[in-house]
């Protein structure tokens, strides 16, 4: 009786995940443990590309702008279960963000997607934005599809440090 519920239940996950009984390729996902998923092979492409290859062009201006057209402000929302947005003023921190960025480079294209949805977004002072979207730690690039990268640790570390200093995520901890 307990393996017929245990079957039924695999079956269930197996529809809600868009796995069809019939479907061979994707009926093979949903049997293997998610420690596997993370096994799947990437689509390989040339190591070492530049970031900003993979930018839109609005998003390279942006990334090649003057210190003095600097960002005063980024939102770093992360939206997972739940959603949440922290900010920053301080021009530190968005400075080193923005090396960052200028720095990383792309490994590989990536078939692997998240539900963890973070986006960088950059405020200048006339109200002018650009945004960088990260499927996880993957970047969505302007062709939406999405790249590992190399060099991106510093940014998740100051990305976090923005979580950990806003003002409202200490509300939340308290």
Same mark, same amino acid.
């Given at each position: 009786?307990? @393996? ?18 019939? =479907? ?5 996902? +949903?049997?293997?443990?998610? !420690?596997?998923?993370?096994? /799947?092979?990437?689509?390989? @492409? ?5 970031? /900003? =290859?993979? +930018? *839109? ?7 090649? /702008?003057? /210190? ?13 279960? *739940?959603?949440?947005?922290?900010? *920053? @003023? ?9 090396? &960052?960025?200028?720095?990383? *480079? &792309? ?20 109200? =002018? ?10 970047f969505q690039g302007s062709d939406n599809a999405c790249y590992?990268?190399? !060099? =991106? ?22």
């Amino acid at each position: 009786m307990r @393996m017929r519920r245990v079957a039924a239940l695999l079956v269930v996950i197996c529809i809600l995940a868009g796995c069809a009984p019939s =479907d061979e390729y994707p009926r093979d996902y +949903c049997t293997e443990s998610p !420690g596997e998923l993370l096994d /799947q092979p990437q689509e390989e @492409m040339p190591t070492g590309k530049s970031f /900003q =290859d993979y +930018c *839109t062009e609005s998003q390279r201006e942006f990334l090649n /702008q003057t /210190q003095e057209n600097a960002p005063s402000e980024l939102i770093f929302h992360c939206l997972t279960e *739940t959603a949440a947005s922290y900010k *920053t @003023m301080d021009e530190e921190i968005i400075s080193e963000i923005l090396q &960052v960025l200028r720095g990383i *480079t &792309v490994v590989s294209k990536s078939s692997i997607r998240s539900t963890d949805n973070r986006i960088l977004e950059f405020v200048t002072d006339e109200g =002018d934005t650009c945004s960088f979207r990260f499927d996880g730690r993957l970047f969505q690039g302007s062709d939406n599809a999405c790249y590992v990268l190399s !060099g =991106d640790d510093k940014l998740w570390k100051l990305a976090w440090t923005i979580r950990e200093e806003d003002p409202e995520y200490q509300k939340l901890i308290r």
